[in-house]
């Protein structure tokens, strides 16, 4: 356990009784670590924090000073984040290049040809980057003339369907990577959904959530939950397939009952109930969530979390998540 500290730094927070130093108290050690050390040193046992507090008592013996270390408490060295954070950086500034792109040859801007080599030099980079991070790249278009293909489908017919397409393709990704290494952890699909919509609700969703310091920020999660599942409702719910089981019409904005119709129809029969009862829990969670005032991390944590879930199974369940299923 000692070698934790071969590459960190220590300091103390020292409380002083009747203004002498001679009856000085260090009450807390606070030892700085680099990312890799600090994530181990977070998750020590009792026993091996008491290590670690027995070798820091003997790199620094207390009683020399008149001093006592009751507490040891474990920080991050943000130095140790400089470079990582500016390869990111470096990594979200090729990302908007190709997105810039990507959206200028599809809404009247340069001919593809004159900028398909930039853009596939730049696509292989990211590519790479990509990989050694071990993310998902979320474009699938290697060659503009593959992006050609998809908005001259009909699927993205006016230059605003293939801005907020673009934008909603890396949103999630872009979220990732400002995050660092604080981020959301690995999930079964890190790629967006091809919802734009809803791909751009949920990156701000994991923004909000990761810069919220507040009650009010808190609460603001909340509010766009609320928002990605009215837009994933108003996705995929088809008012004369998915009749309400309660016989009760919709309103615009009443997700919960329009995605009860849907997984209603879309998972029903025996076959499908254990499927349709974990949707329909992760569904009213989230539902419940979003409708409280959550007014703290984990309430807020918990809402985001259970919308994802929501905004997945219905993805895989639509077809969205099926191999070479390309969205839109």
């Not at 000085?24 to 994530?39: G, N």
């Not at 990704?173 to 091809?194: H, M, N």
């Not at 979003?290 to 993805?315: D, G, K, P």
């Amino acid at each position: 356990m000692a070698a934790l500290l071969d590459n960190a730094s220590i300091e103390f927070d020292v409380s002083s009784t009747y203004g002498s130093l001679l009856f000085s108290q260090i009450t807390t050690a606070e030892i700085y670590a680099p990312l890799q050390d600090y994530e181990r040193l977070k998750s020590l046992s009792p026993a091996d924090g008491q290590a670690i507090l027995d070798a820091i008592l003997e790199i620094w013996p207390p009683r020399a000073h008149n001093m006592e270390i009751t507490t040891v408490v474990y920080r991050l060295d943000p130095s140790s984040l400089e470079g990582s954070a500016h390869d990111n950086a470096q990594l979200l500034q090729q990302i908007d290049s190709l997105r810039n792109l990507m959206i200028a040859v599809s809404t009247g801007g340069p001919r593809i040809d004159s900028v398909n080599a930039e853009y596939r030099s730049g696509y292989d980079n990211v590519d790479q980057r990509l990989r050694e991070l071990e993310l998902r790249n979320p474009n699938p278009y290697r060659d503009l003339w593959d992006w050609y293909g998809k908005w001259s489908s009909g699927d993205l017919p006016t230059y605003r369907s293939r801005r907020e397409y673009i934008r909603g393709l890396f949103a999630p990704l872009e979220v990732r990577l400002r995050e660092g290494p604080f981020g959301r952890g690995a999930e079964v699909f890190e790629e967006p959904t091809g919802w734009s919509r809803v791909d751009r609700a949920l990156g701000e969703m994991c923004k909000r959530l990761e810069e919220a310091t507040s009650e009010e920020q808190f609460q603001a999660v909340g509010l766009i939950c609320r928002e990605s599942m009215i837009s994933l409702a108003k996705t995929v719910y088809e008012p004369d397939r998915h009749v309400p089981t309660d016989g009760t019409t919709p309103s615009a904005s009443d997700a919960k009952r329009m995605l009860d119709a849907y997984l209603a129809v879309e998972l029903s029969g025996r076959t499908h109930e254990a499927a349709r009862k974990h949707a329909k829990a992760a569904l009213d969670l989230a539902n419940n969530l979003q409708h409280r005032r959550t007014a703290t991390f984990r309430e807020a944590a918990l809402c985001a979390e259970a919308t994802s879930s929501v905004v997945n199974l219905i993805a895989i369940v639509s077809g969205q998540r099926d191999p070479g299923a390309s969205g839109g």
